[in-house]
């Protein structure tokens, strides 16, 4: 089923009840939607892509913060046949400019918090792009753009007929771009309505669940985890901000089941915790039955931690890529909790296998690049197909990503292949050391990156961000490191905030850079 009718199916079922809630704890704003008016809203934009000569195929920018609009503008672009691509909200001018010159949009739908860098580069967007729809307070429209009321008005409301099939493209989302050219990975409607079926499936949402999403909708891990819950027509809250204390009233005052988190967030509440930052007794948690946590490796004692704070829950977590569908392809499952620390199995309707760097087979045991396949796996690459075919060849996905798989089954993912670290002829997983220092009670976080050396090639560098009103000396962690082999062990640290981006991953090129490693790749 294309995913425009299963939201189709819920503006039916489900007519008046709430769909979505935007919460801004900032402001105190709170508003919602229901599923008729969500439906609706999304036919309305279609119509009006179409009424201005927007065409089955058409490329669609979408450039928005987390909020109520951005779901329906999202869907209201699929439902007019055309490419939806979400742009992520920290891209910088020029970045915005390559990712046009790449999709060569018509149409760009845009927040107020853009309007700068898109003046800054509107002169080279305006090579493909007719109309710029400003989503956002009326007063503060920008003159090169019109209102989204402007644009929807008059706009018919009933669903358009479009003609479309289920391996048609459906969006592109950009990789981060923050060491070169960002890639364009399509997606089909095949895929997305996949994405459907593989988070259900694992985490088993009903109508009465409530989904609690904090991380930007730009990116596939926030919205093909709300996938679950769409599926199956139950609510959802957008949460505007990643505080302890916001995340937990969220959880209590709109009464969510299901709340997916980063790592650092996590750690955030456990720190509170420990600080007695936090009353726990002030909160309604007891319908939260599910935690499930992901976009990087998750350290097991971050995850023993919270248990002794919330022993209820049942834990999750997945692993996955943009190019797979977001996250799924290789899943944990809640009942394999004495498995913490790996990735998982293989996920709903996927096959993964681990390869030496031709590509044979590896038995248990022995780490290679883990290889998936199903069919949440790419088109391709949008007008890179040198890319395409280095990662993808029959049916196979490339992830990049070192890993190895267990007598059980289980995979445990080493590090990224970019990632890894060659000291003196040994290869050293930075998460490896990550997850060993993160164990220590007074380090919040710590990024592990090779430094260059001329006798050993490369340094295991480790930067370490204390826990506020902590400190330790480089001979006191130089102590803690000793029970780790030799090879592996930080020779040299820097005391400083380790910088992530949106999604809770390391920005390692940003590490790199500063610190004089010898690729900022």
Same mark, same amino acid.
């Given at each position: ?10 503006? /039916?079922?489900? =007519?008046?009840?709430? $769909? *979505?809630? %935007? ?10 939607? @229901? ?6 809203e ?17 490329r ?18 699929l ?10 909200f ?23 918090e853009?309007?700068? /860098?898109?003046? =800054?580069?509107?002169? $080279? *967007?305006? %090579? ?10 009326? @007063? ?11 644009f ?41 309505e ?6 259900n ?20 891990g ?73 976009a ?30 977001g ?33 044979n ?82 380090i ?56 992530r ?6 920005e ?14």
């Open positions: 089923m294309l995913i425009t009718e299963i939201l189709a199916r819920n503006g /039916r079922m489900y =007519a008046e009840e709430i $769909a *979505l809630v %935007e919460r801004d704890p900032a402001t105190g704003l709170r508003r919602e939607i @229901s599923w008729r008016s969500f439906d609706q999304a036919n309305r934009l279609a119509n009006a892509l179409l009424a201005q000569g927007v065409k089955r195929g058409d669609v920018l979408h450039l928005m913060m987390n909020s109520l609009e951005w779901l329906p503008c999202y869907f209201g672009i439902r007019a046949g055309a490419i939806a691509a979400p742009l992520n920290r891209f910088e001018a020029g970045i915005i400019q390559t990712c046009n010159e790449i999709a060569e949009a018509r149409v760009l739908l845009f927040g107020p853009f309007i700068e /860098r898109i003046e =800054a580069v509107k002169t $080279a *967007l305006d %090579e493909t792009i007719r109309h710029y729809v400003y989503v956002g307070p009326e @007063s503060d429209c920008p003159a090169f753009a019109t209102p989204y009321a402007g929807v008005d008059g706009a018919d409301a009933r669903q358009p007929d479009v003609s479309m099939e289920i391996t048609d493209s459906a969006a592109l989302y950009f990789t981060s771009g923050t060491t070169g050219t960002p890639k364009a990975v399509s997606l089909t409607h095949r895929n997305l996949h994405a459907c079926y593989v988070e499936q694992h985490h088993r949402q009903t109508h009465e669940d409530n989904f609690l999403c904090i991380p930007p909708l730009y990116h596939t926030a919205k093909m985890h709300w996938f679950g819950n769409f599926v199956v027509g139950a609510k959802a809250v957008l949460l505007k901000g990643a505080r302890p204390e916001w995340i937990l009233e969220a959880v209590s005052e709109e009464q969510a089941t299901i709340v997916w988190l980063l790592v650092p967030w996590a750690h955030d509440i456990l720190i509170a915790w420990e600080n007695g930052e936090l009353d726990f007794g002030r909160y309604r948690l007891d319908q939260w039955r599910l935690m499930h946590i992901g990087q490796p998750v350290p097991p004692n971050l995850i023993k931690a919270w248990r002794k704070l919330f022993p209820h829950h049942e834990y999750d977590t997945n692993y996955g890529l943009t190019e797979s569908s996250p799924g392809c290789v899943h944990l499952g809640v009942s394999n909790g004495h498995k913490v620390g790996a990735i998982g199995k293989p996920g709903f309707d996927w096959e993964a296998c681990i390869v030496d760097p031709e590509g087979r590896l038995p248990p045991g022995e780490a290679g690049e883990l290889l998936v396949k199903g069919p949440g796996v790419m088109e391709c690459y949008y007008r890179n197909p040198e890319a395409t075919a280095e990662s993808l060849q029959d049916g196979w996905l490339f992830t990049g990503d070192i890993a190895r798989q267990d007598e059980e089954g289980f995979i445990w993912l080493v590090d990224r292949k970019k990632d890894l670290i060659i000291t003196g002829g040994e290869n050293v997983s930075p998460v490896e050391v990550e997850h060993y220092f993160l164990e220590h009670p007074d919040q976080d710590i990024a592990v990156i090779g430094t260059p050396d001329q006798r050993l090639g490369e340094l295991v560098t480790a930067i370490i961000q204390m826990k506020e009103g902590r400190s330790l000396t480089e001979q006191e962690l130089l102590a803690y490191a000793e029970r780790l082999p030799r090879y592996k062990r930080p020779r040299r640290f820097h005391f400083d905030k380790v910088p981006n949106a999604t809770g991953k390391i390692k090129p940003r590490l790199r850079k500063r610190y004089g490693a010898m690729s900022e790749a």
